[in-house]
Nanobody, 131 residues
Framework: QVQLVESGGGSVQPGGSLRLSCVAS????????VAWFRQGPGKEREGVSC??????????LSSVKGRFTISKDNTDNTVTVYLQMDDLRPEDTGIYYC??????????????????????WGQGTQVTVSS
């Protein structure tokens, strides 16, 4: 059973930066996808970015491309996925969730990367961008 622990949320002014971390442990994660989702106030949940643990393929929501960077750090027993968020905007405000499944992260397809039922979810971390 995979377990996910997120950290790194907080409050920043527009233009600021935050780095989120998601530590995935408890199962072999040789070929999984770890994704970040977010849900803003009054909005539906949306996929933000994902990365495949073996080959490092990545995908991004179009509105965060060039501002957010996803990366990973594999060890024998865990995978830590980082989401570096720069040039933050008020519309980036929301609860950010880390999720894992056995599928693939498709660099050219938001639908296939995010529109599927991910297996395991973290508890979420709040990101607030406000002046």
């Amino acid at each position: 059973q995979v377990q996910l622990v997120e950290s790194g949320g907080g409050s920043v002014q527009p233009g600021g930066s935050l780095r989120l971390s998601c530590v995935a442990s408890g199962a072999v994660l040789h070929s999984h996808t770890v994704a970040w989702f977010r849900q803003g106030p009054g909005k539906e949940r949306e996929g933000v970015s994902c990365i495949t643990t073996n080959d490092g393929n990545v995908a991004y929501l179009s509105s965060v491309k060039g501002r957010f960077t996803i990366s990973k750090d594999n060890t024998d027993n865990t995978v830590t996925v980082y989401l570096q968020m720069d040039d933050l905007r008020p519309e980036d405000t929301g609860i950010y969730y880390c999720a894992v499944d056995g599928g693939y992260c498709y660099p050219r397809s938001y639908h296939y990367s995010f529109k599927r039922p991910y297996d395991v979810w973290g508890q979420g971390t709040q990101v607030t961008v406000s002046s």
